[in-house]
């Protein structure tokens, strides 16, 4: 079976390379949480013709948004109103790719100063012939108050973010975001128990005299890369970053979760391929854990993602990612960006951990999507259909849905989503080889050993004003001080409990139920007013486990995205 799915990536690869088919420009990437990518993800769902874009490999190309909008703004599809609304924010959001000559190119009538504000989305723009930059502040403040807790939780940030190209072949983007928080209580457990801000990782302690903070966080978060086109289908991107494979609220092969890695990506795209390489410089452990002036131990990880859109609906991908660390050096043999690494493992004896896995979606009806992944960490056949809870059957699973314009209803959108990791998934023998990054998992935020079923609802009443609601159920098994249930993907499975008669649930069974209800009002071109509202409750068999949370939140945010710490 591994061979010859080996054999068809490598010739599928091989194919990449030498076709003929022109392909579009590199540029930057929309950035993971933008609105921008649920436009793109419906309007493929709805309009699949007039696409090319794979979307199971985030986060999008902004000359695909542009050229997106451009596409659907010229046809003859039966677009709403607010489907023009959404082309027109692709088109302000990425206007550096849209032509004088389209309607969708706008203009101030009255720039800030004659120089600010020129268009609706950037503050500050340069556009010449061989040169375009784009230059937005980045802010974020959010007060609110958690339900039988003292004091105030807030979320200051403030940042900057620049983008640009030369020529249209070499690209660079940046952003730098300084913050100061404080969470609710389950996220304060989180980080004190793996030293580690969710997608931020390092921080410092943070007591602030305003709200009379003594426990918040201190913290700043980079993105930052360059790219270059290679060639008409080619292009390379050298930065620090985030990413993620799959259409599902997670990813079940590689996620946003974990802390910005250095990366080195690669990207053809021809025909009917995306073929992407990821390599990443990780850390296994915490800045918290090791004494001050210590550098951080290093791992890596080579990740191959081939995406095949076989037909306007259907499109399918092979994912492969291999983990490793090296006392003194890289393995350089893991740079070959198309023989499977499973393969070179063979000729160099290697221990390293590999992982395995599939994506789908499938556009069932006009305004319907189908998508599921599978990723397999370890596999016995026999073990598999012995049905004895061997240990080494390590996987997991995501099935999902997706409806847009619900019943009839513009602008409403359904998801449901099943996720399911079996014990020790993720994990690996040399806790340095686990699939995690800066103490938090690559995947997903659960780790190993628990189930999880998600719907979500997003509906627009007007163009500027969203509505969310997000309900989650996740059954799990925690660990305990002296016991390895297969929960935590950092501790070594040589530490697991039992050979046989694992499940998933095993250990100490809990269960998380969430409700999180947001309103966001677009008062300009990314400027939001938000209302959020989370409550959260988990019920474990030990008592002492149980937690309760109750929030409330309001605030104001431009250019800035926050991720929904669903866990």
């Not at 008409?232 to 974990?258: C, E, P, T, V, W």
Request: net charge positive; glycine share 6%; aromatic share 14%.
């Amino acid at each position: 079976m591994i061979k010859k799915l080996t054999s068809f990536c490598i010739t599928t690869a091989l194919a990449c390379v030498i076709s003929n088919t022109i392909a579009l420009a590199q540029p930057s990437n929309l950035p993971l949480q933008s609105p921008a990518n649920l436009l793109i993800d419906r309007l493929e769902i709805l309009y699949h013709h007039h696409t090319p874009i794979h979307s199971d490999i985030r986060g999008y190309w902004r000359n695909d948004a542009a050229n997106l909008a451009l596409a659907l703004d010229t046809s003859q599809a039966l677009l709403t109103r607010r489907d023009r609304h959404d082309l027109q924010y692709l088109a302000d959001e990425n206007n550096e790719w849209i032509p004088d000559s389209s309607r969708l190119l706008r203009y101030a009538k009255k720039p800030f100063l004659k120089t600010f504000y020129k268009t609706p989305a950037n503050l500050y723009e340069v556009n010449s012939r061989y040169f375009k930059m784009r230059v937005n502040p980045m802010i974020n403040f959010n007060l609110g108050r958690e339900s039988g807790e003292a004091g105030i939780l807030f979320m200051n940030q403030r940042g900057l973010e620049i983008r640009g190209d030369v020529d249209s072949k070499a690209f660079f983007y940046t952003n730098l975001v300084e913050t100061q928080a404080r969470f609710p209580a389950y996220v304060t457990n989180q980080v004190k128990e793996f030293f580690a801000i969710p997608g931020a990782g390092f921080y410092k302690n943070y007591k602030g005299s305003l709200f009379d903070i003594s426990n918040g966080y201190d913290f700043n978060v980079a993105t930052a890369y360059v790219g270059f086109q290679v060639s008409k289908h080619i292009g390379i991107q050298l930065g620090h970053g985030q990413h993620f494979i799959g259409n599902g609220y997670r990813s079940m092969l590689l996620s946003d979760y974990a802390n910005p890695a250095f990366f080195l990506k690669i990207s053809t795209r021809v025909w009917r391929f995306h073929y992407q390489n990821i390599f990443l410089e990780l850390s296994p452990v915490s800045q918290v854990q090791i004494p001050d002036g210590t550098i951080l131990p290093k791992k890596y990880a080579a990740i191959h993602y081939l995406s095949y859109r076989a037909s306007p609906r259907f499109t399918i991908g092979f994912f492969e990612a291999t983990v490793l660390h090296r006392s003194r050096q890289f393995e350089f043999q893991y740079l070959n960006p198309v023989i499977f690494y499973r393969t070179v493992e063979g000729m160099i004896g290697s221990p390293d951990n590999v992982l395995l896995g599939l994506n789908s979606k499938y556009n069932l009806r006009k305004n319907m999507q189908l998508y599921g992944q599978f990723l397999l960490d370890e596999f016995t056949l026999s073990e598999f259909f012995s049905n004895k809870g061997w240990w080494g059957n390590k996987y997991s699973v995501q099935l999902g849905a997706k409806y847009v314009n619900a019943f009839g209803i513009d602008h409403l959108d359904l998801q449901g989503e099943y996720n399911s990791a079996q014990p020790y998934t993720y994990s690996h023998n040399d806790p340095y080889d686990s699939y995690t990054h800066y103490n938090q998992p690559l995947a997903h935020p659960l780790g190993g050993n628990f189930r999880e079923f998600i719907g979500i609802a997003r509906y627009q009443p007007t163009a500027r004003i969203s509505l969310t609601v997000r309900a989650i159920h996740a059954q799990l098994g925690d660990n305990t001080t002296n016991n390895n249930w297969g929960s935590n993907p950092l501790l070594s499975y040589d530490t697991r409990v039992s050979d046989y008669g694992n499940n998933i649930g095993q250990g100490v069974n809990a269960s998380i139920n969430l409700l999180g209800l947001d309103a966001s009002w677009m008062i300009r071109h990314n400027v939001f007013w938000d209302i959020k509202l989370l409550l959260r409750q988990k019920e474990s068999r030990d008592p002492a486990r149980d937690q309760t949370t109750t929030l409330m939140s309001t605030g104001v945010r431009m250019n800035l995205w926050t991720q929904n710490l669903d866990f």
